[in-house]
């Protein structure tokens, strides 16, 4: 089983950057597609940001343009770049691999997350 480490989340004002990391046990992150998902107060947990085995990468709408997913397989490591960061961006972050592209449906067992809040 991976166990994932997310860190690197805070308090920011609107229009800010935060870069969030996750850390993966394991000698074969290379081989999972990585997620970086997030979950507000009240609502569920959402798939935000892709990055394949393969090297392409995928977004939800909401996040297109400001965020970049990006992942270091020699560190067991994905990162997600959050810029001009909105109000509505305060979330607890969590990172995963996805079963398959198709689905958000995560592989593993969620690490703890990390929070990110965002005044206005």
């Known amino acids: 089983q991976v166990q994932l480490v997310e860190s690197g989340g805070g308090l920011v004002q609107a229009g800010g950057s935060l870069r969030l990391s996750c850390a993966a046990s394991g000698s074969t992150f290379s081989i999972y597609n990585m997620g970086w998902y997030r979950q507000a107060p009240g609502k569920q947990r959402q798939l935000v940001a892709l990055?394949?085995?393969?090297?392409?990468?995928n977004y939800a709408d909401s996040v297109k343009g400001r965020f970049t997913i990006s992942r270091d397989n020699a560190k067991n490591t994905v990162y997600l770049q959050m810029n001009s960061l909105k109000p509505e961006d305060t979330a607890v972050y969590y990172c995963?691999?996805?079963?398959?592209?198709?689905?958000?449906?995560?592989?593993?067992?969620w690490g703890q997350g990390t929070q990110v809040t965002v005044s206005s």
């Open positions: 990055a394949t085995s393969g090297g392409s990468t």
């Open positions: 995963n691999a996805v079963v398959t592209t198709a689905s958000p449906t995560p592989r593993f067992d």
